[in-house]
């Protein structure tokens, strides 16, 4: 099946601070998604983006497709910031989604 | 709208016991799934569904089992309860197919399980 890498697995930012997260992909997907979980184990999807540039206030991401990545930027770090970035992709033939691993982003003050 | 709810939030077993985790949409979304969350491996597919009626198995489905009697619901049974099933349980629906259509999935709140 499709494996999905993320990185760096942790990150620990100072308040105001920029980052970029970053999903690698082995397969042709469909469905690209990242999803943040906040301390509390909530999952609040953030984009859907199976390719090109999306942005959503001091969040955005692109998705290259051809060279299977996709990159989630955080511009501004605020402490509210802090949890696990998941990537999550739908393989191609299945109506599954399969997740990574996560990035662990801890933002102090 | 409620949107996706969990039912219940903690529950402790002992080995060999059986429970049935509930999740309940309100959304009229054709997909659910079931997912479970253990430290350092991020999320995996147990089982899903993709209409009433419906179950097909995931990553990891082995002792697990699920029904989709109604669209709204989808039930997560464990019939004899291992410790290697202690883990956060969450529950996840969508619209459209997650992995072949433009749409997102909805996640619940998750429950807690831990067998002893």
């Known amino acids: 099946g499709i494996q999905v890498e993320q990185s760096p697995p942790d990150l620990i930012l100072q308040e105001g601070a920029n980052s970029t997260l970053r999903c690698n992909f082995s397969d042709s997907v469909n469905n690209l998604q990242w999803f943040h979980q906040n301390p509390w184990g909530q999952l609040i999807n953030l984009f859907y983006?199976?390719?090109g540039t999306k942005q959503n206030g001091r969040l955005s991401a692109t998705t290259v497709a051809t060279e299977r990545y996709s990159l989630l930027y955080i511009s501004s770090s605020q402490t509210t910031d802090s949890g696990v970035y998941f990537c999550?992709?739908?393989?191609?033939?299945?109506?599954?989604?399969?997740f990574g691993p996560g990035t662990s982003l801890s933002v102090i003050p | 709208n409620a949107g996706v709810t969990q039912t219940p939030k903690f529950r402790v077993l002992k080995t060999g016991q059986s429970m049935t985790l509930l999740c309940a949409q309100d959304m009229n979304h054709e997909y659910m799934y079931w997912y479970r969350q253990d430290p350092g491996m991020g999320l995996r597919l147990i089982h899903y569904?993709?209409?009433?009626?419906?179950?097909a198995k995931g990553e990891v489905p082995d002792g697990y089992n699920v029904s989709r009697l109604k669209k709204q619901n989808f039930l997560l049974g464990l019939e004899s309860a291992a410790p290697s099933q202690t883990s956060v349980y969450f529950c996840?629906?969508?619209?459209?197919?997650?992995?072949?259509?433009?749409?997102?999935?909805?996640f619940g709140p998750g429950t807690r399980l831990t067998v002893l």
């Open positions: 983006i199976p390719s």
């Open positions: 999550a992709v739908g393989e191609t033939s299945y109506d599954k989604v399969i």
């Open positions: 996840a629906s969508s619209f459209l197919a997650a992995s072949t259509r433009t749409d997102t999935q909805y």
């Open positions: 569904s993709v209409g009433e009626g419906t179950t």
